[in-house]
């Protein structure tokens, strides 16, 4: 029998049994809580009856969190700044992080959360939960299971435009419920990654629906749901929920103030197209506490100043009108004046790791049209030539002033799976070397302009495409690049595009080689899109991924054998339950790929910054800043107080 | 002059019909639609989304349908209901994000170009009569200076020097606890102490330019012998200069001001942008970019439209100030 340990070091804690349950299985309590006061800002609405008493709101056992410096004061407002138009993940980063389970802040372990306590059975394919008891929506109305299985329902409606684990066409989930507070994930196959996936960011995507609050937009459970949509304006029920329901974190999730959450805070002004703040109170009921049962936030209302202008955020928080903001501002370019006004602005910089390997990802097109290209681009030779030409010292002296180490796309130093070998290599300036192994992928002869010519006598001409938008040291570092290759023969080409045409380029398996950055740098299990063909991300073999993924079958092509012996390992990988096996196997894709080096990595990502007023406490220096392993978020900023 | 106003309306609704055409066919041109830019987005953010989704977005959405039939929808709904279509983005109506917003442009803009005319004509008029003096050269050198610096950066310098002398960050157009509230006495008094920094940056350039091209104009007429003749019958200098060569030299002004307010909304973007300000500018410019196109297909219209009726308000003042035009037609 397969049983888990939860990690519980730092939560007091009594063994609790649960009945009824066969499996082994240790579980996170709290003992009651002791009579606590209540958050001052309440305090009016309870005496007036308005509000139940702390103890009616609280489960029988809140998480309790270890505050990072020490136990907070109440008060205060957290003042933030968001672009208006696509910026729903700043929030979702921010106060949204609340799903079954959570991260450590060191993201290791996955701790609980939502969910007091779990089981797995032996072939991983069923997951047993147990909800604190006497949880409630930010209305005071209970959660329970309900609407756990309200949510998996939404998920599997094919007209509810959204997509999670619950409803992974490879391997759906189905909820049982066993009572008000357990229930169970059941798979068809097994699912070793359910735990990972439901302590990042996209496991707030099984939590996010109330029954009580949305069954009303859905024609199942409400007859007249039709009706109340185009009574609304809506063309269909679906648009209608998806404006008032919106799952995990879509924009319109921040929209609609009547949505109830779990969340810290609750909207009080909404993000909207014309919206000049938004703006959030503390949530009476929510679930957390600290070490003394003082019920958590700390912080009574956030602020978030919604504007297209990063200059005036910029000078917001050097004005010190910003409490802590890492998101938009925390440029390269920014770093020296807000270094420089930490006295005026009275604000601190902290560091920010990034979970990204390398700076710059450059990724050949193994998939190529033109038999030519394809096969020169699949040679690892060429790959090795083009890696050694490159002068990484050049590029971070003047790119990064300095700041970060020749690096190839592999597992970052701060990772387990960091291997020393497999981030270097290749990585030394050596153009004779480069040439030898140019050569020896058929690059002999040099045309009349210098450029080796391909097997079919044409220049070696490789097209790369970019968004500088996103990220505008990528056009300094590929503009060196270029000058460094050229003195190998190699001719690049930089092609500047939107990022709409970056992604419609794609299926049309229109391109030469793209850049983007190195994602999996310490997700390394959870991101592995250059150490294999993992997904639509692995634009070096787009036709491959699509015979893995099986998502767009009418481009899909046959891998080669390495590919596909990657392919099986992480297919293992995903089903198996115990985590050191999964370690194990994740090593032997990252053998593979460190064997054939599909892609060609810079330098390591630098790390950035964060600014935080010195009156904000228990924020961690540093933070690491991952999608997956959301920021500030997974830092606990409901225990952050104002000195 | 009944005739005239009406062969110029019929022209109108023709012109704003087209507009309307080009103005979706434009917003179509791009690779791609609103949804291939949300997943990019969502991509850059380190977030995947199932293509079985998006295809029932976009099936909902109506986006995989012909451009005749989109366009058709959208101009038909307009017509009909008024209804401009929805923001993909913000999952509303166009008409409930456009107007809030529209309104912030013209109350903004108008005010730029209150001063820019308050401002500019008398100066102009001054450099024109006293030709060569210091004042002239002193309305010279401003006028190029303010002509020279983009607005954009005016608007940072202004911005960097409020923090660096008075610890104030300018941005937006309403304090905090204003933002929300409806206009009352003490929001207008609080619009005002906050537009003043985007009027003067939106107003300088076109200051400067309403300043050159009024000496200019009014320089040519200075010469000619009607004013001489006015001179000679002993009016007064400053009736013999209001009274006639002004109002001759106002008319290559008054027949552009059908351009000023796009011309405004377009320039104003990126100062927009940098100050933060709510109007219709940031919202073209991210519409554009999501392509969410019935907002971008909404608001070029509506500049359109806004276009064609400054033109309409500016053939009616220049026949009401220069009579040549007024009775031409008779």
């Known amino acids: ?643 | 002059m009944l005739g005239f106003i009406i062969s110029r309306l019929i022209s109108m609704v023709l012109t704003i019909w087209a507009i309307s055409l080009v103005a979706f066919a434009i917003i179509q041109l791009p690779p791609g639609d609103y949804l291939t830019t949300y997943v990019a987005t969502l991509s850059a953010s380190g977030d995947r989304v199932d293509p079985r989704v998006i295809e029932a977005l976009r099936e909902q959405y109506g986006l995989g349908q012909p451009f005749i039939v989109q366009y058709w929808k959208w101009v038909s709904g307009i017509v009909t209901a008024g209804d401009f279509g929805q923001s993909f983005e913000w999952g509303r109506p166009v008409t409930e994000l456009i107007w809030g917003r529209l309104g912030n442009s013209i109350l903004l803009e108008g005010l730029a170009v209150i001063v820019m005319w308050f401002v500019a004509l008398p100066i102009g008029v001054y450099a024109a009569v006293n030709k060569y003096s210091l004042g002239d050269y002193l309305a010279t050198i401003f006028g190029f200076l303010g002509l020279a610096i983009p607005n954009f950066l005016f608007a940072l310098v202004l911005m960097y020097l409020g923090y660096a002398w008075f610890g104030v960050v300018m941005g937006g157009l309403f304090s905090p606890q204003f933002e929300g509230a409806h206009w009352s006495f003490a929001r207008v008094l609080d619009f005002l102490s906050n537009a003043w920094a985007p009027v003067l940056v939106l107003a300088t350039a076109g200051t400067a330019q309403l300043i050159r091209v009024m000496r200019a104009n009014l320089l040519d007429e200075l010469r000619k012998p009607y004013v001489t003749t006015a001179r000679a019958k002993g009016l007064p200098e400053w009736r013999v200069i209001l009274k006639y060569p002004v109002r001759v030299a106002l008319n290559p002004l008054v027949s552009t001001i059908g351009w000023l307010l796009p011309t405004l909304v377009s320039s104003s973007v990126i100062v927009s942008v940098v100050m933060n300000l709510p109007t219709a500018g940031p919202m073209l410019l991210r519409s554009l970019t999501t392509q969410d196109m019935y907002l971008a297909g909404t608001l070029i219209l509506l500049l359109g439209v806004l276009t064609v009726i400054g033109t309409l308000i500016s053939d009616l003042i220049l026949a009401w100030i220069d009579p040549r035009i007024r009775y031409g037609g008779e």
């Not at chain 1, 309590?29 to 139940?52: F, K, N, T, W, Y």
């Not at chain 1, 709101?57 to 700044?81: A, D, Q």
């Not at chain 1, 990528?474 to 503009?479: A, K, S, T, V, Y």
């Open chain 1, 1 to 643: 029998m397969f049983s888990r340990r939860l990690s519980t070091a730092r939560m007091p804690l009594r063994a609790w049994a649960v009945s009824g349950l066969s499996l082994v299985v240790l579980i996170a309590a709290i003992g009651p809580v002791s009579a606590q006061e209540e958050p001052p800002m309440l305090a009016d609405r309870v005496a007036s009856g308005e509000l139940p008493p702390l103890a009616e709101r609280l489960p029988s056992n809140p998480l309790v969190v270890e505050p990072y410096e020490s136990i907070g004061t109440y008060g205060g407002v957290w003042r933030m700044g968001m672009r208006g138009g696509g910026d729903n993940a700043l929030i979702a980063k921010t106060v949204g992080y609340e799903g079954l389970v959570r991260w450590d802040r060191q993201w290791q372990e996955v701790v609980p959360n939502l969910a007091a306590s779990w089981e797995v059975n032996e072939d991983a394919t069923e997951y047993t939960f147990t909800l604190r008891e006497g949880l409630k929506w930010s209305d005071g109305e209970p959660y329970t299971t309900r609407d756990i299985e309200f949510t998996a329902a939404m998920f599997h409606d094919p007209e509810y435009p959204a997509n999670s684990f619950i409803n992974d066409q490879n391997n759906p989930a189905t909820v049982e419920i066993i009572d008000d507070i357990t229930f169970k994930y059941v798979f068809e196959k097994p699912n070793g990654m359910l735990m990972d996936t439901l302590a990042s960011i996209n496991g707030t995507m099984a939590v996010s629906i109330p029954y009580h609050y949305c069954s009303q937009f859905h024609p199942n459970y409400n007859p007249g749901a039709e009706q109340l949509a185009t009574d609304a304006g809506f063309q269909s029920w679906a648009l209608h929920m998806e404006d008032k329901c919106a799952w995990g974190w879509e924009t319109s999730r921040w929209t609609n103030p009547d949505l109830p959450n779990i969340y810290a805070w609750k909207i009080t002004e909404p993000l909207s197209g014309t919206a000049a703040r938004v703006r959030w109170e503390r949530n009476p009921y929510y679930w957390k506490v600290d070490t003394d049962g003082n019920q958590l936030p700390y912080i009574d209302e956030l602020d978030m100043r919604v504007s297209e202008s990063l200059e005036e955020l910029t000078l917001l928080a050097l004005n010190g009108q910003i409490d802590f903001q890492d998101r938009h501002i925390a440029t390269n370019t920014n770093q020296a004046v807000f270094f420089d006004g930490q006295d005026q602005g009275d604000y601190r910089l902290g560091s920010v790791v990034r979970s990204v390997s390398s700076s710059l990802v450059l990724q050949l097109n193994f998939n190529h049209d033109d038999p030519v290209k394809q096969e020169l681009f699949q040679n690892r030779d060429f790959r090795i030539g083009l890696s050694h030409a490159i002068d990484r010292e050049e590029i971070i002296d003047v790119v990064f002033i300095g700041q970060g180490e020749p690096f190839q796309v592999a597992p970052r130093p701060e990772s387990h799976f960091y291997d020393e070998e497999m981030a270097k290599q290749y990585t030394e300036f050596d153009p004779d070397l480069a040439i030898e192994h140019l050569e020896a992928a058929g690059l002999t002869e040099i045309g009349a302009d210098g450029i080796r010519l391909m097997s079919n006598g044409e220049p070696t001409r490789i097209t790369v495409d970019v968004i500088a938008a996103l990220r505008p040291e990528w056009i300094d570092i590929l503009e060196l690049m270029q000058l460094h290759l050229a003195d190998v023969g190699i001719q690049i080409e930089i092609n500047n595009i939107d990022r709409t045409l970056f992604y419609d380029k794609r299926p049309g398996n229109d391109y030469d080689a793209q850049v983007w950055a190195g994602d999996g740098g310490l997700d390394v299990m959870q991101e592995p899109r250059y150490y294999f063909p993992s997904g639509a991300e692995s634009v070096w073999a787009f036709k491959w991924q699509a015979w893995y993924t099986g998502a767009t079958p009418e481009i899909a092509e046959e891998p080669v054998d390495w590919v596909k012996e990657q392919m099986a390992l992480y297919t293992q990988l995903t089903q198996e339950g115990d985590p050191d096996v999964r370690e194990d196997l994740m090593r032997e894709v990252l053998a593979i790929a460190k064997e054939n080096f599909p892609v060609i990595g810079v330098s390591l990502m630098p790390d950035g910054y964060y600014i935080a007023r010195n009156n904000l406490r228990n924020v961690s220096d540093q933070l690491i800043d991952a999608w997956l392993f959301p920021q500030p978020g997974g830092y606990d900023p409901q225990q952050w107080y104002f000195e």
